[in-house]
C-alpha cells in the first residue's frame, strides 16, 4: 500500500541507528578507561534491560532525565558489585563515547540522503543533547535533515502530545494526518503518533511480538521497504 506524506519524522536510536551495538562498544570501551574489569556479554544485556526500564520511567513521567541517567548506573554497577565506580563521572563519559559510536542501520544514511528534497525530513528524539549532537554530526545525517528536535530541549518527551506539539509549532503547517513517524519504540514513537494525531510506522527488524494495545498504522522490518511506504521511489 503506498500512501503520500508530506513530511517525515524519524526517531534515531534503535532506528537509524544501531543504538545497542553503540551501547555495547561504549560500555566496554569505558570498563577499560575507569579500569572496572572484565565487561561480559551478560554484564552488557543486563544493563540494557536496566537501561530501558529506566527510560520507561522518563517516558511515564515517572522520573526526571537527570535521575534516570545516573540511576541506571547507580543500580547497574550495584548489581555487578562495583561499588566504586563514580557514576556521574561515568554517565558524562558514556554520553560523550555514545557521541562518538556510529552504527548505521540498514543503509540509512543512504535512505535519508535519497529523501532528502524529494520529502521533509526531521529528527525526533528523546536521546541527551550530547549523545545525539555528536552522532548525527558525525554520521552526517544532521546535514540531512530539516530539523533535529530533541526533548532535552523541548522539555518533555515522547510520547506526549506537547512533544508534537513544540515540533509543529517549529516548522512549516502540515496537515497531521499527512505526516508520517517512523521508530522502534510503541511505547515512544508509535504511542506518541497517536497523542499527536499523526500517521506511525513501527520499525521492527526482530520481528517482536506487539503484546501491548498501542497498534501502529504500518509495520516494516527494513528502512528501505519506507520509500515505497511513502511513494517516492527508491532509486
Not at 97 to 104: A, I, K, P, Q
Not at 117 to 135: C, F, L
Not at 166 to 171: E, L, Q, R, T, Y
Not at 186 to 204: E, M, P, R, T, V
Amino acid at each position: 500500500m503506498t500512501v503520500s506524506f508530506d513530511v517525515l519524522l524519524w526517531d534515531v536510536d534503535g532506528t537509524l541507528l544501531d543504538f545497542l551495538a553503540a551501547e555495547d562498544i561504549s560500555i566496554r570501551s569505558l570498563f577499560h578507561d575507569f579500569k572496572i574489569g572484565e565487561c561480559t556479554d551478560e554484564m552488557i544485556s543486563r544493563y540494557s534491560q536496566i537501561n530501558a526500564s529506566y527510560w520507561k520511567k522518563l517516558e511515564k513521567g515517572e522520573m526526571t532525565r537527570a535521575e534516570i541517567l545516573v540511576k541506571r548506573f547507580e543500580t547497574f554497577f550495584a548489581e555487578i558489585g562495583a561499588h566504586d565506580v563514580d557514576c556521574q563521572a561515568f554517565d558524562r563519559a558514556y554520553q560523550k563515547r555514545l557521541g562518538e559510536t556510529v552504527v548505521f542501520r540498514d543503509d540509512s544514511y543512504q535512505l535519508v540522503s535519497l529523501l532528502k528534497d524529494r520529502i521533509p525530513q526531521y529528527a525526533v528524539s528523546n536521546g541527551t543533547v550530547v549523545a545525539q549532537t555528536g552522532k548525527l554530526t558525525k554520521s552526517g545525517l544532521i546535514k540531512l535533515f530539516d530539523g533535529v528536535f530533541l526533548s532535552e530541549h523541548l522539555g518533555c518527551e515522547k510520547p506526549s502530545a506537547l512533544f508534537f506539539d513544540k515540533v509543529f509549532a517549529s516548522i512549516p503547517a502540515v496537515d497531521r494526518q499527512r505526516v508520517l513517524i517512523v521508530g522502534d519504540s510503541l511505547s515512544s514513537d508509535i504511542l506518541g503518533a497517536k497523542n499527536a494525531g499523526i500517521q506511525s510506522c513501527w520499525y521492527n527488524p526482530f520481528h517482536a511480538a506487539n503484546q501491548s494495545n498501542i497498534t501502529p498504522d504500518f509495520e516494516i522490518d527494513n528502512l528501505q521497504s519506507i520509500p515505497k511506504l511513502i511513494g517516492i521511489e527508491n532509486n
